[in-house]
């Protein structure tokens, strides 16, 4: 749905903006085929040049679009927890470093929905009653479901979880009294 609105907004932008060329370019043509310098040959050549270009600027400003999963859908994914329909984003960055990269995303939950958020925590398959805040993360702790290992766990200042896939490290820290979910992926 989001890729057909895209593909509208772009295609009435460079219409416009052909037109408004198209247009510039009319008292030139004009005085071209006056003169006898611009045959009807020629005016076909430039006219499908024209089409094709505008074609190729509209493919070149699709491939350019963003396609990142947002990191609301990627948090869900990776942590086994929905979260709360209620929050507010502190920070979403991308940081690109070639083939490295960096997630850093922040949001504030209010009360209600921090209660809701613990609530999916420890539902989650990945949740390990047995570690506290002063626990060592050994690889026995973490729980493996489908081939993937994780742990989610009681912090000092909540809950914690904690992922590695291949070169991709995931941290989540839910910090339970100021409410905010700190999210980092990464990629080395």
Known sequence: MIDIFFIIIV??????????????????????????????????????????????????????????????????????VKLPLDFKV???????????YCILYD?????????EMIKEIKASKFYNSNVNHNSMLYDSLFITVDNVKAIWYNSEKGYRFSRKDGLISYSIELDTLTNILHYNECAD
């Open 11 to 80: 295609v009435i932008v460079i219409g416009l903006i052909g037109g408004l060329l198209y247009l510039i370019y009319l008292p030139f043509k004009s005085r071209l085929k006056k003169s006898g310098k611009l045959t009807d040959k020629l005016n076909r050549q430039i006219n499908w040049m024209f089409i094709l270009l505008l074609c190729l600027i509209g493919i070149v400003i699709y491939c350019f679009k963003d396609y990142r999963t947002s990191s609301k859908d990627r948090i869900e994914e990776v942590s086994d």
């Open 107 to 115: 949001i504030q939950f209010d009360n209600n929905a921090t209660t």
């Open 90 to 100: 502190l920070k979403d960055e991308y940081q690109d470093m070639w083939q490295d």
